[in-house]
């Protein structure tokens, strides 16, 4: 992160601090990470760490009166300087700032995955999975464990995102403490597998000189204590067919053999234009990129609005895991992307058919209790990326709340009719 001499510019007059003030201002150690938790009161969230060193200059320098002039352009180039540094770290672009997403490094090949003996005579993978309630892809993890009945065989620890965008875990390690609350909804905790204080500490557990980007969702293999997958369509296919625990599967698939090819097409489309796609528009460095990727994301928003007014799901009547894929990102569309991300072309709310099919699969059982609004817009608006300076968490747009995604969607009649799509990746 930069520093607090850095975000200053050296043409922006100080005012009068004493240098003793100054030392003790910029010498202070690191502050205590401020864990802001997700179901928090309002007034609660609201309170603002007092004794970093930039909250301390701003403080020294908010009854001064500065030119006006000096006082935006000043502001404006260390705005912006920042902001170039911050991303090309953080949301690496190409050249002309089209954001790219790096690789996951830990890719499962379930089809080798061997459990330990013990394991084997438990009839249980011993995996544990982590996740972040605010990250779309995390939340795709969680829906199909859910799904698939897998929440006892699977268990999850569930991190937060820190004042330095990083994954936290919180609170006391009891073995037996319940993880879920009484609405079966979940709330962030401990590191059940490992007892670490955050995830950059379980994936140094595999490999201690690791450095690379501590992403939540991972799934983690218990009697190797090492990481088994770290990207979440492999994640959800493993769940979906590689633990074959038929007694918990109640005969559900997410990705019937019939309809493989349908499911590829889809996630060809649905990746790059809209699941990456908002992350395209929000992290574009250029006009250019944004134009593109807000264009890319609105046309297949479009398409996929008009299929879905003859389809009840992507693949017709069966629901599949490129819906999953889809549902995390509509879910989020109005709350967070459309306003922090600049998708602004329309809201989710004034497709018909994309908000009633992404309430047809809220109203899915156990899915509701998966998605955590307040969770979700404090990531984005507080912690994950500081996009938002002053980090203040805007009014819940409404269409976002749980009654309105209660109301009925009636999509149960819809009769599918197989137009074969036409996938167009930009
Ligand atoms: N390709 C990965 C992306 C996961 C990802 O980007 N997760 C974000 C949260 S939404 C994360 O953990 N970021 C932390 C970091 O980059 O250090 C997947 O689909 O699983």
Redesign the pocket.
């Known amino acids: 992160m930069p520093t607090a001499a850095a975000l200053l510019s050296p043409t922006l007059p100080l005012p009068n601090i004493s240098t003793a003030t100054k030392k003790r201002t910029f010498n202070r150690t690191r502050p205590k990470t401020l864990h802001v938790s997700p179901r928090i009161s309002l007034n609660k969230q609201q309170q603002t760490p007092t004794s970093d060193p930039l909250t301390a200059i701003t403080k020294v320098l908010w009854g001064k009166s500065l030119p006006p002039q000096l006082l935006i352009s000043t502001v404006r180039s260390t705005w912006n300087s920042i902001w170039h540094l911050m991303m090309n770290q ?1 949301a690496p672009s190409d050249p002309s700032g089209f954001y790219s ?4 490094q830990f890719r499962a090949n379930f089809k080798s995955f061997q459990p330990s003996s013990s394991s084997r005579q438990k009839n249980t993978p011993n995996l544990h999975l982590y996740v ?1 309630l ?5 939340h ?1 993890t969680l829906i199909v464990r859910a799904l698939k009945n897998l929440e006892e065989i699977v268990p999850v620890s569930i991190a937060s995102p820190g004042i330095d ?3 936290e875990f919180h609170g006391k390690l009891i073995r037996t403490q319940n993880r879920e609350d009484k609405e079966g909804g979940l709330l962030p905790g401990p590191d059940y597998a490992n007892g670490c204080k955050n ?1 950059k500490e379980v994936y140094r557990l595999q490999r201690g000189s690791y450095n690379g ?5 991972m799934l983690w293999d218990v009697d190797k204590k090492e990481v088994f997958c ?4 492999d ?1 959800i296919e493993f769940f979906n067919s590689g633990i074959n625990r038929s007694d918990q599967n109640e005969g559900l698939n997410l990705s019937p053999p019939s309809l493989t090819k349908q499911i590829e097409e889809w996630n060809r489309l649905i990746y790059p234009n809209v699941n990456n796609g908002v992350y395209r528009c929000g992290f574009a460095q250029s006009q250019e990129a944004y134009d593109t990727a807000v264009n890319g994301l609105f046309s297949t928003l479009d398409t996929v609005d008009d299929h879905l007014g003859n389809s009840r799901y992507l693949c017709g009547d069966v629901l599949t895991l490129s819906d999953i894929c889809l549902f995390t990102t509509l879910i989020r569309f109005d709350l967070v992307y459309n306003i922090m991300f600049k998708c602004t072309k329309k809201k989710l709310l004034e497709y018909s058919n994309l908000h009633g099919y992404m309430r047809d699969i809220y109203q899915i059982p156990k899915v509701a209790a998966t998605c955590n609004f307040e969770a979700i817009m404090d990531g984005y608006y507080k912690t ?1 990326f500081p996009l938002n300076p002053g980090s203040i968490r805007p009014t819940m747009p409404s269409g976002c709340e749980h009654e309105f995604l209660s109301r009925s969607h009636d999509r149960e009649s819809i009769s599918y009719v197989d137009k074969h799509i036409q996938v167009n990746v930009s």
Not at 101 to 104: L, N, Q
Not at 230 to 233: D, L, R, T, V
């Open positions: 953080l997403r790096p690789h996951s972040g605010p990250c779309p892809w995390a795709r965008g990083s994954w995830l980007r501590s992403t939540v969702p770290n990207e979440s369509y994640i994950l």
